[in-house]
């Protein structure tokens, strides 16, 4: 048999939890309902790394190799071309980018010497194989979609 007071307790305890449930039910939501609607990217938002180009179209990187001996997932595979470019500059042939292992650290573009990585505005990524995610970055824009 419950006392008054258990029964006054519990009905104030309903009360509460009713006024936290109507209160998010008219409070702002901090979601957006993906994919019928997209969040807003903050200025630094960092997608996977693509290569910076200068504007004749040409990549930046000297294929150096800096930023796949220090990317963390070893997912990067950089490979020199035979010939070098204008000026003499090395160039890559290939420039490989698993996606699918990528943690987006930022290590990549922090060490390489020549600025040659920025970061794409790419939030999601899919596809029906795990080979599907490796890309050649030489073969992207700079800014992909
Ligand atoms: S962002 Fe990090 S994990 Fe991704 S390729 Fe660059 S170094 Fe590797
Ligand atoms: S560190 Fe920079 S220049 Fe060197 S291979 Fe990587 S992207 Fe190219």
Known sequence: MRSGAELVRGALSLV?????????MVARPVTVPYPRASATLPPGFRGWPVLVREPDGAVRCVACGACARACPSQCLRVDAAAERGSGGRRRPQAFLLDISRCSLCGTCADVCPAGALAYSRVRCAAARSRDAFLTDLLNMPEEAP
């Open 16 to 24: 509460q939890g009713l006024g936290v449930t109507l209160r998010a």
